[in-house]
């Protein structure tokens, strides 16, 4: 079974610094993973998906990699604003015949202005 | 082009009573899924729709919950009789393609609070 953990859980920054969420899974054979933003009492927003063959997506300031084989995923975000305070989820897509997304906890992100 | 929509956004009930929950997933799309989120955890699938199937229904209890799609577009989410532990955000996820493996696009959620 696919486990996904998130590190650390809670981060605080001032604005402008650059820094990277973290995300492991234990399954390596996964079909490709997903970032995913959530603001407080809204859903999530799609920010980066990245196939399994693929290392990197970069979209604006956020750029996301990839190492299967290590099992992990790194979301960089650079110049960080305040605007970017919010949850961030990682999701690993596995299970060949009945892919299911599983999801991390979340890292809680506070950018200080 | 019009997100996932979902309504309500809020409902409040007490325990024993029944809830339904209902989902517009994006134009085009033929995969639907529904999630449950705790507080401070990742969403869970419960059911995952192509059309008007439910090819992955193995999480969702279905002593008390279900599901539909009629027409393969709207779904609904009927949880009877509701219980304490049902307070949670339920998601609706939609996306392009079959089999689950396109990029999953969701709705704001429905926030049950069960008294």
């Known amino acids: 079974k696919q486990e996904v953990t998130q590190i650390p859980a809670a981060l605080s920054v001032p604005e402008g610094e650059n820094l990277v969420l973290n995300c492991s899974f234990t399954?390596?054979?996964?079909?490709?993973l997903q970032w995913f933003r959530q603001d407080p009492g809204k859903g999530l927003t799609s920010l980066l998906l990245?196939?399994?063959?693929?290392r990197e997506q970069t979209s604006g300031r956020l750029n996301a990699s990839l190492d299967k084989s290590s099992g992990r995923s790194t979301l960089y975000i650079a110049a960080s604003q305040p605007g970017d305070s919010a949850t961030y989820l990682c999701?690993?897509?596995?299970?060949?015949?009945?892919?299911?997304?599983?999801f991390g906890k979340g890292t809680k992100l506070s950018v200080i202005p | 082009e019009a997100g996932v929509v979902q309504s309500p956004r809020y409902k409040i009930i007490e325990k024993k009573q029944p809830v339904a929950f209902w989902c517009n997933p994006i134009?085009?799309?033929?995969?639907l899924y529904w999630y449950l989120q705790n507080l401070g955890q990742g969403p869970e699938l419960l059911i995952r729709?192509?059309?008007?199937?439910?090819?992955?229904d193995s999480q969702l209890p279905k002593d008390r919950f279900s599901a539909e799609r009629l027409k393969g577009v709207d779904s609904t989410l009927k949880i009877q009789p509701a219980e304490l532990g049902d307070s949670a955000v339920y998601l609706c996820?939609?996306?392009?393609?079959?089999?689950?493996?396109?990029?999953?696009?969701f709705g704001p959620g429905t926030r049950l609070t069960v008294l």
């Open positions: 134009s085009g799309h033929n995969t």
């Open positions: 999701a690993a897509l596995s299970g060949a015949g009945s892919y299911q997304l599983t």
């Open positions: 990245i196939q399994s063959s693929q």
């Open positions: 996820a939609s996306s392009a393609g079959l089999a689950g493996v396109g990029e999953q696009f």
């Open positions: 729709y192509e059309n008007e199937e439910a090819v992955d």
């Open positions: 399954d390596s054979a996964i079909y490709n």
